[in-house]
């Protein structure tokens, strides 16, 4: 049996040389490498003799596979180098779908539309989110939120100034429509390859129409935002806004999100996303302070 064992080891390697002296043979200058049956093994990265009339081929194939190729997946940063085109967009579709029948019947829809354009000056943005239950033929949760805002921050500086526009609409809330505008100062506190901190503080006024006052409110902003790279597929991002009245610190409204995001298809901008969203308000008219709302999404980039 020992016999068989080396015979059959023997005709192994020499096979395995016979193998590497035709490659030798049939590309001239390219030496046959030593077997190596334990230790580390040869990387793509490795340095691999290659033939003097085929190493300028190679160099040029190379960097052409990795211009095409997007390591990023964070979203735009003000501080990134802008595109030259104007008409650039960047944006996101966000949709999530729920439904039961039997003895209750609900259904629930989550969708949410982003868009970003890198201008000469900075990053304007659009953001609108949508959500509508019904549970029983019975609505139960209604609301949209729309966004827009424009940041100015140069590439070589850290601080910048921002100016937004929001809009709040709630079937449950007591107001119809609740109006803002606000700006101020943007403040990059934290600034790595995959992890980016923002802080905004500002004032501005709000305004709800349809409710018991239609007057308009004084409020300062102060807000935070985190994003997180996590792996080149995994990334979360976490957000709060707090909006104080002027006139009486103890009345205020705060918004907070978070999300995790797992890309499914990096080719396609493909992307599955748990995020949740609370708004808290401090004066509900005797409604509830808090609206939570959580949801799972695919996602589409484009």
Known sequence: M?????????????????????VAQQVPGLPASP??????????????????????D?????????????????QIDPRAERPRDPARW???????????????????????????RA???????????????????????????LDVSHQWMKEEERHGWFASFGMEYDEFRAFDLRTSFNGGRLISLLDQPD???VGRIGAGVSQEIGGLSEALVPEAILGLRLEHNLTRWQRITIGTEYYPDWRALSEFRLEADASWEIVLNERRNFSFKLTALDRYDSTPQGRKHNDFDYAMLFVWKF
Do not use: C
């Not at 990387?43 to 003799?49: F, H, Q, T, V, W």
């Not at 160099?59 to 997946?73: G, H, K, P, T, V």
């Not at 629930?108 to 539309?113: A, D, E, Q, Y």
């Open 2 to 22: 020992r016999f068989v064992l080396l015979t059959w080891l023997a005709l192994l390697a020499s096979g395995h040389a016979g193998a590497e002296q035709a």
């Open 35 to 56: 077997v190596a049956v334990l230790g580390r093994p040869q990387l793509l990265d490795d340095p691999i003799p290659v033939p003097a009339s085929l190493q300028d």
């Open 58 to 74: 190679l160099q040029e194939a190379r960097f052409a596979d990795i211009s095409n190729l997007d390591m990023s997946i964070l």
């Open 90 to 116: 960047q944006g996101e579709v966000e949709l999530g779908l729920n439904a039961a029948h039997g003895n209750t019947s609900n259904s629930m829809l989550f969708n949410r539309f982003e868009i970003r």
């Open 119 to 145: 201008t000469e000056w900075g990053v304007l943005s659009l953001d609108w989110d949508y959500v509508k239950s019904i549970t029983n033929k019975a609505v139960t949760e209604h609301h949209a939120l």
């Open 195 to 197: 992890l980016l901190l």
